[in-house]
């Protein structure tokens, strides 16, 4: 049984913390079959527990077709064989307990497989019990009902021939959405909470939680987001959700792409929102899936302080550069070839010491890049088969199609995790279920370990800072805006005692005169050797400095 931890004694534990996301079917496989799996987790808590995080959040494990890797659930209370077990799990949540480190899992409850009991039910009949668990539409005109697109490509509607209706899906025609108005929904997903708090999960990431509620009219629209995106209504359903949440004293993030920051109050507000944070996207493109093109600073500052100003205050941020569905940051952000080291750890000190809860994605902070993957059968991911298959049909070149895989492909984040310089970089003895990055003969934990410098180091750096210092809990935020497309500077203070954070994200050499109301300057942390001794500095690519300051 799991050692408990009292979250209710310290209910806003999470403000102070910085969290670790896994995705288990690529951190390490322990029973030698190329698949990551839980013992593999808790074989290495030392490893997270040196990285100074105070949680994790775990991609999906349950019982699952895998048509979209864990994403389509068919059973919330069983866990994956190729994972482990119902005792594998209790274990890992006491293992991370004993060792001060919080459990957070996934909840997808926008959509289940439709291999669950319950669409398997729901489909037999339209007497069904289960039938009104999903969304159901009779066809019109011979057709779909109308003409509302899955995320996945093509229409959001699927024939099924028993009841002579068309079930709606946003994701995968195999992940069903379920139909939240219909109350009974609702009173299974709260059981559900309530067994696995009771196990010990310390809180709940929600999967696509900004999807629950439709647009109840059916018609066709010409902007999909009116169809299925924060869709008005959905506050009702949301605030039945966490009075569950609340009611076990777990933390919760939402993701909730599309979601503004002028919506995004009543979602997070300290006393009355529906969840403590939210993954919102504007700084990552989440939705331009396959389009390349160089991040703008400029862009990316307006993004992120549009965030910060926006719910201060009110709400608490979740801060992060990548998860398991985006492309690796240095890749995106940085530069990747030349100076991959340096512009991981610039971008490293740029988002994490804003105001809120840093996320680091396993391989993060290692600095892993995208994979180079040469053959559409070396990606996995159901979306970018989808994608490669449908531009074929358009006259796309392979070349082409591919090189845009490569920039933007889910797949990029689902390497197996690299130990060491090992062929399978101590992920597995066995052929991986996806290929290696070709670099973690470089890139891995026992290379960096040795390595003072490395990106892993550094991150541990930026852990313990925010976490023992508390102007980076508590200071404002407040942007320095250089009106250019290369410098990232902004503060955290309080009072007169602050910390300047200075970025250049960029392969060019940049300017930047320190402003004189800040005094008594001391270098805290910085990611190169040139050490500026003048207020005016000539920032060289892709360096970063952390100051700490006293104000006049």
């Given at each position: ?84 077990s119902l005792d594998d799990t209790l274990e890992m949540i006491s293992k991370f307990h004993d060792n001060d ?452």
């Open positions: 049984m799991s050692k408990l931890i009292n979250n209710q004694a310290n209910p806003n534990w999470w403000q102070n913390a910085v969290g670790y996301q896994i995705y288990p079917k690529s951190f390490l496989d322990s029973n030698h079959d190329g698949i990551g799996d839980l013992q593999g987790i808790i074989q290495k808590i030392p490893y997270i527990k040196s990285l100074g995080v105070n949680f994790v959040w775990l991609s999906p494990f349950f019982a699952s077709p895998n048509v979209d890797n864990g994403y389509d659930v068919s059973d919330y209370q069983a866990i994956d064989p190729q994972y482990g480190i919080r459990v957070v899992f996934d909840l997808v409850i926008n959509h289940t497989s439709d291999q669950h009991k319950w669409f398997e039910e729901a489909k037999k009949s339209v007497t069904n019990p289960y039938h009104d668990f999903y969304i159901w539409r009779k066809p019109v005109d011979g057709h779909v009902p109308n003409n509302w697109v899955s995320l996945f490509g093509g229409s959001a509607w699927t024939y099924n021939q028993a009841t002579d209706e068309y079930y709606y899906h946003l994701f995968a025609k195999q992940q069903p959405d379920l139909n939240w108005e219909n109350p009974k929904v609702h009173q299974v997903v709260a059981k559900i909470i309530d067994w696995w708090a009771k196990r010990g999960v310390d809180g709940f990431r929600l999967d696509a939680i900004s999807h629950l509620k439709k647009n109840q009219s059916f018609k066709d629209v010409s902007d999909q987001e009116d169809a299925m995106n924060n869709v008005p209504g959905i506050d009702q359903l949301l605030s039945g959700l966490s009075t569950d949440f609340k009611r076990n004293h777990l933390m919760t993030v939402g993701e909730a792409g599309g979601v503004p920051v002028t919506g995004a109050k009543r979602w997070v507000a300290a006393k009355t929102g529906y969840f403590n944070m939210i993954f919102q996207f504007d700084h990552v493109s989440f939705w331009e899936k396959f389009t390349v093109g160089k991040v703008d600073v400029a862009q990316l500052r307006k993004a992120l302080s549009n965030w910060q100003t926006g719910l201060e205050g009110i709400g608490w941020n979740a801060l992060f550069l990548e998860n398991h569905d985006l492309p690796r940051a240095v890749s995106y952000f940085g530069n990747d070839t030349t100076m991959r080291a340096q512009s991981a750890t610039a971008l490293a000190m740029m988002y994490f010491l804003m105001k809120g809860t840093p996320f680091i994605y396993q391989g993060q902070e290692l600095g892993m890049t995208n994979e180079n993957f040469t053959h559409i059968d070396q990606y996995r991911d159901l979306d970018s088969k989808r994608f490669y298959k449908e531009e074929l049909a358009k006259g796309a070149s392979p070349e082409d199609i591919l090189f845009k895989l490569r920039s933007k492909s889910r797949d990029n984040a689902r390497t197996p995790f690299p130990w060491d310089a090992s062929p399978t970089g101590g992920f597995s003895d066995h052929t991986p279920w996806i290929d290696m990055n070709a670099n973690h003969d470089a890139i891995n934990v026992a290379t960096e370990t040795q390595e003072p410098k490395s990106v892993l180091n550094f991150y541990r750096k930026l852990v313990h800072l925010r976490l023992t210092e508390p102007v980076l809990l508590n200071g404002q935020y407040q942007l320095i805006d250089t009106r250019d497309h290369q410098l990232y500077v902004y503060t955290r203070e309080t009072g007169k005692t602050g910390y300047l954070i200075i970025t250049n994200l960029s392969d060019n050499p940049a300017a930047f005169t320190i402003p004189s109301p800040y005094q008594h300057l001391k270098l805290v942390l910085s990611n190169t050797a040139a050490k500026p001794t003048a207020r005016a500095l000539t920032l060289t690519p892709w360096c970063a400095y952390l100051y700490k300051y006293e104000r006049n």
